[in-house]
């Protein structure tokens, strides 16, 4: 596996070595002792897998807050994705700024995402089942979010009018939000 460093601290782009024949392909998803050597030294403790129907399914910013932050491995398995996450870590020399990448299952790219981002993706197939491992359980009190279209962030999403769920239609504005997250060197 090949890791390539983003330019914002910790966030880590994986590619996969694909071994591929006339019956199809094969690859490692994930190995722990490769990941340690060449990442963080990070705990997964739950896999998770979301399906949408549909181009311009939008879902996100999200995000936990301290103590239940999660640090996130994202890749697709059918369809693709222009994945976008936002630095919310006070200190980080990529602070409040966004990072933006195509995962597919074409490419078979993974993104290592830590704690204290915020994360979302848009698909851009009609279908697309996307996988994510996490470093701590989902705590329905800690969840957070910043609205997708938010002019402070300015993010080129592709679609105008995406596919929101209820929830992240009223996500609030970075400018109504206090991050508690810090930067660790």
């Given at each position: 596996m090949n890791f390539t460093e983003t330019g914002f601290p910790g966030l880590l782009v994986m590619e996969p070595k694909v071994f591929?024949?006339?019956?199809?392909?094969?690859?490692?998803?994930?190995?722990?002792?490769?990941?340690?050597?060449?990442?963080?030294?990070?705990?997964?403790?739950?896999?998770?897998?979301?399906?949408?129907?549909?181009?311009?399914?939008?879902?996100?910013?999200?995000?936990?807050?301290?103590?239940?932050?999660?640090?996130?491995?994202?890749?697709?398995?059918?369809?693709?994705?222009?994945?976008?996450?936002?630095?919310l870590r006070k200190g980080s020399p990529t602070y409040l700024k966004y990072y933006r990448i195509e995962l597919s299952a074409e490419n078979f790219r993974r993104l290592f995402v830590p704690r204290g981002f915020a994360h979302g993706y848009e698909t851009l197939s009609e279908e697309t089942e996307f996988m994510?491992?996490?470093?701590?359980?989902?705590?329905?009190?800690?969840?957070?979010?910043?609205?997708?279209?938010?002019?402070?962030?300015?993010?080129?999403?592709?679609?105008?009018?995406?596919?929101?769920s209820g929830k992240d239609s009223v996500l609030p504005f970075l400018s109504e939000f206090d991050t508690p997250f810090e930067f660790t060197a």
């Open positions: 591929r024949d006339d019956r199809g392909f094969f690859l490692e998803t994930y190995n722990k002792k490769k990941f340690q050597e060449n990442g963080p030294d990070v705990e997964f403790i739950q896999d998770n897998h979301a399906y949408s129907g549909g181009r311009g399914v939008l879902r996100g910013l999200h995000f936990q807050l301290p103590p239940y932050a999660q640090a996130k491995l994202v890749w697709v398995t059918r369809g693709a994705v222009v994945d976008v996450v936002v630095d994510y491992k996490v470093d701590a359980p989902y705590a329905p009190d800690h969840e957070g979010g910043i609205r997708w279209d938010d002019p402070a962030l300015s993010i080129p999403w592709k679609a105008e009018n995406p596919i929101l």
